[in-house]
């Protein structure tokens, strides 16, 4: 029922005995108590919010049990700025007034570093594209496409 | 939308410990996982309820593509991204890249996985009609044995496949296609992405003047699961990409034999109108391809 896991997280490295069931979204926010990564549609894989990174890969964390990210390395959105730094793509939210309530910007985030690292001169139409799997209910997405542009431009 | 209790999980490395791992529960108490986009949905909703999850990312002999003359070999849990941009299906098997970049999303791309959506034979997939109109082959490894089972035996109806519970899906094979064969699929869903309501695959060999000498038409979205349309692939015979009414002609025989169903997605009619209309774009991508 249970299994001893070793998974990095933001480069700190936390080993625990967790239920087979636990979902890795669980893990990372109740056990690592990093609550930037969000569930919004209660676990039910179509909004996006718990989007993190596996292995450099963005992924749904609500679509994975914690036990299969053993010996894995996940970043969140706490791992994005170093130092306090942020990244060219959260000062570019910051000035494009890409979020509002900001329920969903650390999937976006998440997503969106992934896809520029891959395509760092996207089209609009690509941007787009790639932010199918977000779900944001505030913006109407015309500022996060904005910021996402502005940040490959950066 | 919690799973159940899970007793076990497992990571095995090769497919022969996954064998051994399955052969610990009784067949079908254990659920292998590939990219999990679809079953750990299942999962949550404890349509599935497996006392042990045997976790196939970790057996590397299970991912990527390779070729062998023009015959590939596809890794079952090769995600979609990789299938998006895979160079070697460019012409007859460039249906596979259409479908990739269209599932779901990026994140669901970067984790779900071809094998594992032809495995769940999901109504609403774009997989198992492409696995149709590319006569695609399944190679499947239990404790008798390997077999290979083409994917018009393979497929059933929805949710149901050939593979028992103690076999896994090692390879997908598509032998080499013959000169001047081109393929394409297209889906219509409610929004950008989405699940099809009606998908269409079609694959096309012509001769050198350009005229169809055979065809695959495969169709998913359907209540009964994904199936061919013969009527469809026989009317396409002698038809060439600039004959606008051949190819109507043989969409309509399409539209016309397959069984549409009304749901609150669609009705039956606007089934079969989807099939005419995103037919007509998927065999001109087709008849391009073939051309070259």
Same mark, same amino acid.
């Given at each position: ?14 080993? @625990? ?20 990564? !969000? ?32 010996? !894995? ?12 730094? &942020? ?37 609009? +139409? ?29 | ?27 079908? $108490? ?31 002999? &299970? ?10 070999? *596809? ?19 460039? =249906? *596979? ?54 994917? $018009?035996?393979?497929? !059933?109806?929805? &949710? ?32 950008? $992405? ?12 012509? $001769? ?24 469809? @692939? ?10 606008? +009414?051949?190819?109507? =002609? ?6 016309? @034999? ?15 109108? &989807? ?18």
């Amino acid at each position: 029922m249970k299994t001893t896991v070793n998974i990095t997280i933001n480069g700190e490295s936390y080993e @625990e005995t967790i239920p087979n069931r636990m979902l890795l979204v669980d893990f990372i926010r109740e056990v690592a108590v990093q609550t930037g990564t !969000h569930v919004g549609c209660t676990y039910e894989g179509v909004c996006g919010a718990c989007t993190i990174q596996l292995d450099g890969e963005a992924v749904k964390s609500c679509l994975m049990l914690a036990v299969q990210a053993d010996g !894995h390395k996940i970043t969140t959105v706490e791992g994005l700025a170093t130092g306090g730094k &942020l990244t060219p793509l959260q000062t570019a939210f910051n000035e494009h007034h890409a979020l509002q309530c900001g329920y969903c910007t650390p999937g976006i985030l998440m997503n969106m570093d992934e896809f520029l690292k891959k395509n760092p001169n996207p089209t609009e +139409d690509e941007i787009r594209h790639g932010l199918v799997g977000n779900l944001c209910r505030c913006t109407g997405y015309a500022h996060i496409v904005e910021a996402v542009k502005a940040a490959a431009s950066k | 939308m919690y799973p159940a209790e899970i007793e076990d999980y497992v990571r095995p490395g090769t497919v022969a410990e996954a064998l051994t791992a399955l052969s610990k529960y009784e067949a079908g $108490d254990s659920l292998m996982l590939a990219g999990g986009q679809s079953a750990m949905q299942a999962v949550k909703t404890r349509l599935l309820r497996p006392r042990c999850v045997i976790d196939l990312q970790a057996i590397s002999e &299970l991912k990527g593509v390779s070729a062998n003359g023009g015959a590939l070999r *596809i890794g079952p849990i090769t995600p979609y991204a990789a299938l998006a941009k895979e160079a070697s299906f460019t012409g007859a098997f460039q =249906a *596979i890249n259409d479908a990739a970049a269209r599932v779901g999303d990026r994140q669901v791309r970067n984790r779900g996985t071809i094998g594992g959506s032809l495995c769940w034979n999901y109504v609403a997939a774009c997989m198992p009609p492409v696995a149709l109109a590319l006569n695609m082959e399944m190679e499947l490894t239990g404790p008798n044995g390997s077999r290979k089972v083409a994917a $018009d035996d393979f497929i !059933h109806g929805p &949710l149901e496949t050939a593979r028992e519970d103690d076999e896994i899906l090692v390879s997908l094979n598509l032998a080499a296609a013959p000169a001047n064969t081109g393929s394409a699929y297209k889906k219509w869903g409610l929004v950008t $992405d989405a699940l099809p309501v009606i998908g269409v695959a079609i694959m096309i060999t012509t $001769d050198s003047s350009g005229a169809c000498t055979s065809a695959r038409v495969a169709i998913g979205g359907l209540g009964d699961g994904p199936c061919r349309s013969k009527a469809g @692939e026989s009317a396409f015979q002698g038809v060439s990409a600039n004959d606008s +009414d051949g190819i109507a =002609a043989a969409l309509q025989a399409a539209s016309d @034999e397959t069984e549409t169903q009304s749901d609150m997605w669609a009705d039956a009619d606007y089934r079969k109108l &989807l099939i005419r209309s995103l037919g007509a774009d998927v065999a001109a991508s087709a008849f391009a391809r073939a051309a070259g």
